[in-house]
């Protein structure tokens, strides 16, 4: 049994030319090949969204520009998702120094992080037997989620010592505890949002207020977790330059309460998540809610289209509208008024 011998970036191109009929040829290509990486590049392209809807190229050309349209697109989506990270966590923690009185995590654990108190059985009446199992799961489910998040909090402080982090050799070699904001600067965008949502109604609600949501749109107060958890898949992607144009980075299904919450604040409709450009409507409504000048996001705005165009000049009509569908014009612009607005 013989095995394929690895191949040189001329035989790549050659396989290219050969198995799946893409024009390559030339020193430029193939420096473009050889930079982009074939397996980081071809591999990672050569489909939209998933590895059945496989992308027929008949010019490396077209590769190349929605790989560069990739790059661009990170360019322009870090800065405003690292800002939003930073203010969201320093809107949270204003919440709970007030409320709690403390930065002391112990305390805020008793006083802020008990959600799971609503969620309690004792004094409620049930019609069935089987309605009050399932809300006794539930109960003890939602217990769990908070004994999970305090273990969290202690594994990423041990973690982060090991590691010699300046927060938490501070502190805890100076026999302190670690204080909630320096817990917020070591936490994953992931651990802070499941933060967010072992924290009781009244201090969500305060959040969201803060945020500026329509509190018609979060009567349950879950929006700001949700706006976290949508935003955590996106910034994890950018971090590790993985893909992020056709949003395959999406761990889990956006939650249709944000989806109707971004529908009723934008006046855009059928936001489904299905393309990036719903990706650019939840930046700007977040930094939007965040008090972020129109200039800055019109400029962010300008600086997507302006990418998307040049990447819509580059390819077939046929792998264009694989990215984006037939509704990115009403989005655009829909994105322009609600700026404006």
């Not at 805020?108 to 809300?135: H, M, P, Q």
């Not at 070591?186 to 305060?206: A, E, I, P, W």
């Not at 500026?212 to 976290?228: E, F, G, V, Y």
Request: aromatic letters at 12%; a positive charge; one cysteine or more.
């Amino acid at each position: 049994m013989t095995r394929n011998r690895p191949k040189t970036t001329n035989g790549l191109m050659k396989y290219l030319r050969e198995r799946k009929h893409i024009l390559i040829k030339g020193s430029n290509q193939k420096k473009q090949l050889l930079n982009m990486g074939y397996y980081h590049a071809y591999k990672g392209y050569r489909y939209i969204n998933s590895p059945q809807n496989q992308v027929t190229y008949h010019d490396f050309k077209e590769l190349y520009a929605v790989y560069q349209f990739d790059i661009e697109l990170k360019t322009i989506f870090y800065p405003k998702v690292m800002f939003i990270e930073t203010a969201l966590k320093n809107h949270v923690l204003d919440i709970v120094l007030k409320l709690a009185g403390t930065g002391d995590f112990s305390i805020i654990y008793t006083k802020i992080l008990d959600n799971y108190r609503d969620f309690s059985t004792s004094g409620r009446r049930y019609r069935t037997g089987r309605e009050r199992t399932r809300a006794e799961r539930e109960f003890k489910n939602q217990i769990k989620r908070r004994l999970n998040l305090r273990n969290t909090i202690y594994k990423t402080q041990t973690r982060e010592y090991i590691q010699n982090n300046r927060i938490a050799c501070h502190f805890l070699e100076n026999g302190q505890n670690i204080p909630i904001w320096g817990i917020f600067e070591l936490l994953t965008l992931g651990d802070f949002g499941y933060f967010v949502s072992c924290m009781n109604q009244n201090s969500r609600t305060k959040i969201s207020e803060a945020l500026k949501i329509r509190q018609n749109d979060d009567t349950s107060a879950s929006l700001p977790q949700q706006l976290i958890f949508a935003i955590k898949d996106l910034r994890n992607a950018i971090a590790h330059n993985d893909v992020v144009f056709d949003n395959r980075f999406q761990s889990n299904r956006i939650n249709n309460h944000l989806k109707h919450a971004l529908e009723n604040d934008t006046n855009i409709v059928d936001i489904q998540f299905d393309t990036v450009i719903d990706y650019v409507i939840l930046i700007v409504y977040v930094a939007k809610h965040l008090s972020i000048s129109k200039i800055e996001l019109k400029n962010f705005v300008s600086d997507f289209e302006n990418s998307v165009n040049k990447l819509k000049s580059s390819i077939s009509n046929e792998i264009f509208s694989k990215i984006f569908h037939n509704d990115y014009n009403r989005k655009i612009n829909g994105i322009k008024n609600y700026i404006e607005n």
